[in-house]
């Protein structure tokens, strides 16, 4: 069964929550163009994955258009990935961009209330693009997150942690992230671990932050690497602890989105990365939290042995 309708997907609170008012102009323009569609909102947090599956599974959907943020997305992604359906290769994503920090449509050329997203369905533009996948056990079981745009831990995912907190209280605006940034670099503290990549190259330090790119941007639009996901790479900047003039001039190269360019920064590029740490850590993976050290607790027993690696080609973008 291959339904050859677009399942769009919309996160009616997403970004500015504008996106409800919109919504009827939008499916206008789409019905006028001749292009069928079934329309699904998501409800909670974590909706978007279970829809997702169920229709990959179920409905036979073979086309997702997303409009919602790279949390929205990185659900979608997830719910295609973790679904029983063992051939994924004929599936496709299309993103209307309406979140906050749309890293990953920025990369597409896609931005918030500038994106014909009917030119593109009637004219699209399609690349394979690669995934990335986080695993760790737990207990006897296998925890995997996939992520399109990009991982982080350290202080990345503290940064995003504090900026989520933050979203509740103020709503989705791009300061926040900087924001949260400064204010976590003064308070994170480094951790002891050992990364290495399948190429023999390996760091062992206690490491300040990691982030980790399939593509290139993060925090709403800064550069954090040289991420290009149809290389079938991933692109990791290490920082081990800095000292105060390090973590200064970090800042500064982070506000410009450069932190990739510290002179203390350790770069790999590889489809694999092992992580070996002393205890359980916290994880962002497209701006969604994932908490290993929670699930150490659930489990009682530390989680400190990490996989970081990369899919080819794995699914569709049409842009």
Not at 39 to 56: C, D, K, V
Not at 148 to 154: D, E, I, S
Not at 180 to 193: V, W, Y
Request: proline fraction near 3%; aromatic fraction near 10%.
């Amino acid at each position: 069964m291959n339904n050859a309708k677009w399942a769009i997907i919309v996160n009616y609170t997403a970004g500015t929550r504008r996106l409800k008012s919109q919504w009827k102009s939008i499916a206008w323009s789409l019905k006028n163009a001749g292009i069928d569609f079934a329309h699904f909102s998501t409800e909670y947090a974590g909706h978007a994955i279970e829809l997702a599956r169920n229709l990959l599974e179920n409905k036979g959907f073979r086309k997702f258009l997303i409009m919602g943020g790279d949390g929205t997305l990185h659900e979608v992604v997830n719910g295609i990935f973790s679904s029983d359906v063992a051939d994924k290769s004929d599936v496709s994503l299309a993103l209307l961009p309406c979140g906050t920090g749309n890293d990953w449509a920025r990369y597409w050329g896609l931005y918030r209330d500038k994106t014909d997203i009917v030119s593109i369905l009637r004219n699209p533009h399609c690349q394979r693009v690669d995934i990335g996948c986080l695993s760790y056990m737990t207990g006897t079981e296998q925890r995997r997150e996939f992520f399109l745009n990009g991982l982080g831990m350290g202080l990345d995912s503290e940064v995003v942690y504090y900026t989520n907190k933050l979203k509740k209280m103020f709503g989705g605006h791009s300061w926040l992230y900087l924001f949260s940034a400064i204010t976590a670099a003064f308070t994170h503290r480094s951790s002891e671990m050992t990364i290495s990549s399948d190429d023999g190259d390996s760091l062992s330090a206690k490491i300040y932050t990691v982030s980790v790119g399939n593509g290139c941007y993060s925090g709403g639009g800064m550069k954090m690497n040289d991420g290009d996901p149809t290389d079938g790479k991933m692109y990791a900047t290490v920082v081990p602890n800095p000292s105060l003039p390090n973590l200064l001039s970090g800042l500064s190269k982070l506000n410009g989105g450069h932190i990739y360019e510290m002179d203390i920064a350790h770069s790999f590029s590889t489809p694999h990365l092992h992580l070996h740490t002393l205890r359980p850590q916290l994880f962002e993976v497209d701006g969604v939290i994932v908490d290993a050290r929670a699930d150490s607790k659930r489990i009682s027993s530390a989680i400190t042995e990490y996989d970081i690696s990369i899919i080819p080609s794995a699914i569709s973008m049409i842009y």
